[in-house]
């Protein structure tokens, strides 16, 4: 049995908000302009309506301009890339972002493909994709980012580490993949058709939960020891119809076994949010150089 530390990402992410308050603050004094956020919402999914609202509070509170757009459910697929091209052109918009999902008759990937990839503060162009893969400097996939981070907080240098990513999604697995490789680990893609997944967890000095699972990963599939990134929030209706939110590891398990791990929720979720703040400031900052 090991005491296993619970990565805090809800107080990292705090830090990190304070972090880009004040450079943006620097940012402004320096060049009078104030980074501003663009978030498309369309349709009135419930969960995605409360995550756009925190984005706009947050971004407020980071000192930039948050500018919504809120459209019906029915808005069509040329009504949304008309909006999308025509904040590709506004100065004072130096961040874009959809939010997903989208309703079923719109094609996400042909909206994702409209914004301007210096505006792609998800990280989720082909441009921004391709320029991760080959090491090129990109805005990259907010979830992925904040794992990074929580990770090199904890261990420090990550050269060398083997590393295990369990779930392939252009959202997270492939670009987290990429991000781990940059940081001289030893990287495999894990995911449900793997053959001896179990087993292939266990070899991981880093194991990543993106699968979308809950509670997938059990305990006995954490090498002694391992950083635990538990990436899935899933909700699960409990014996007495109540609901709880779950990761893709069976957290209890990986307690005693696991050298650190983040819990679900108020690990890896809060640092989503503060990382697309970052990007926000990124890309205000490169195109104010450009």
């Known amino acids: 049995m090991v005491e296993t530390r619970i990565i805090d990402g809800k107080a990292f992410a705090e830090n990190l908000r304070k972090r880009v308050a004040s450079d943006v603050t620097a940012f402004h004094a320096a060049t009078g302009v104030t980074p501003g956020l663009a978030v498309v919402l369309v349709g009135e999914d419930p969960a995605s309506s409360v995550y756009v609202r925190n984005k706009g509070k ?37 961040g874009i972002l959809v939010q997903l999902p989208l309703p079923a008759h719109i094609d996400a990937q042909a909206v994702l493909s409209t914004i301007d990839p210096a505006k792609d503060v998800d990280g989720f162009h082909v441009v921004n994709a391709g320029r991760l893969t080959v090491g090129l400097d990109a805005l990259v996939p907010c979830t992925p980012l904040g794992c990074v981070m929580l990770l090199k907080d904890q261990l420090g240098s990550l050269a060398g580490l083997e590393a295990v990513v369990v779930g392939r999604s252009n959202i997270v697995g492939k670009p987290l993949a990429q991000l781990l490789l940059r940081e001289d680990c030893t990287v495999t893609v894990a995911h449900s058709r793997t053959r001896d997944l179990p087993e292939v967890c266990r070899r991981a000095d880093i194991l990543i939960g993106a699968v979308g699972r809950p509670e997938m990963i059990r305990g006995d599939w954490i090498k002694p020891g391992a950083t635990v990134i538990d990436v899935g929030i899933n909700r699960v209706t409990l014996a007495d119809g109540k609901h709880r939110l779950v990761g893709d590891v069976a957290f209890e398990e990986a307690q005693g076994i696991a050298g650190a791990i983040t819990p679900v929720p108020g690990g890896v979720g809060p640092m989503t949010i503060a990382c697309l703040l970052a990007n926000t400031l990124t890309a205000a900052k490169r195109q104010v150089e450009a």
Do not use: R
């Open 58 to 94: 947050q971004t407020v509170e980071a000192g930039m301009a948050s500018i919504e757009h809120k459209l019906p459910a029915t808005t069509s697929q040329a009504e949304l890339l008309a909006l999308i091209a025509t904040l590709n052109t506004e100065k004072e918009v130096h």
